[in-house]
């Protein structure tokens, strides 16, 4: 059976930092993965999403995760952290074929660490 | 831009009663979805129906039942609703089953208190 692991349930931190989160799966094919943020009160709203092809994957707001088929992993990425990044980040991944509902990690909190 | 559209935003109640949540989706999309928000952010896919046929019944308990008059709306009936069915709700639709139609979009959820 699929699974997706989010190790770190919290990140700390500060406004223009890196930022990466981490996301491993286990998956007996080929993989669709993405990254969802979820806002308080809020829906998901899906920052990217990995078909299979070039293993590093752009999206939204200067995000951009890279798969890596080796280590089974899906990690996001961000060079520099804005205040509206706080939010909780959901790694997923779908069943091919037939069924397609997402299977999601147990997602990661992102918080300002404040001086 | 919102584009799956949930009401109610919330709702409270009491146990026993029956609730009924509705889903639209305005993106012409074949396949909608059901997930559950525990209060500790995990997803959990209750339901998914393709073409107004269900294709992913997870084993929820009886009381939860999908319903759809068409392939743009899914509601969800829950009868007789216990303390443990506080959650969020969250409607999703997609493309099309796996693979390149996966990527699933959101609606702002149903947030359902049980008193």
């Known amino acids: 059976a699929q699974s997706v692991t989010q190790p770190d349930a919290r990140v700390t931190v500060s406004e223009g930092a890196s930022l990466q989160l981490r996301c491993k799966y286990s998956?007996?094919?080929?993989?669709?993965l993405f990254w969802y943020v979820q806002y308080p009160r809020q829906g998901l709203q899906l920052l990217l999403k990995?078909?299979?092809?070039?293993?590093v994957v752009q999206g939204v707001n200067g995000f951009e995760a890279e798969f890596s088929k080796s280590n089974s992993s899906f990690h996001l990425r961000k060079a520099s952290v804005h205040w509206s990044d706080w939010a909780v980040y959901f790694c997923a991944v779908s069943m091919g074929g037939f069924a397609s509902a997402l299977t999601f990690g147990s997602g990661t909190k992102v918080i300002p660490c404040l001086p | 831009e919102t584009a799956v559209f949930q009401t109610p935003n919330y709702h409270v109640t009491q146990v026993g009663n029956e609730v009924s949540f509705n889903c639209k989706q305005t993106l012409g999309h074949d396949t909608m979805y059901w997930y559950k928000q525990d209060s500790k952010k995990l997803l959990k896919i209750m339901f998914s129906?393709?073409?107004?046929?269900?294709?992913v019944n997870e084993t929820v308990p009886r009381r939860f039942s999908p319903q759809s008059s068409d392939k743009a709306h899914l509601n969800l009936r829950i009868k007789s609703v216990e303390p443990e069915d506080s959650a969020v709700y969250l409607c999703?639709?997609?493309?099309?089953?796996?693979?390149?139609?996966?990527?699933?979009?959101f609606g702002p959820g149903t947030r359902l208190t049980v008193l």
């Open positions: 999703a639709s997609s493309q099309g089953l796996g693979g390149r139609y996966a990527e699933q979009f």
């Open positions: 990995y078909y299979p092809g070039d293993p």
């Open positions: 129906y393709n073409n107004k046929q269900l294709i």
């Open positions: 998956y007996f094919g080929t993989p669709y």
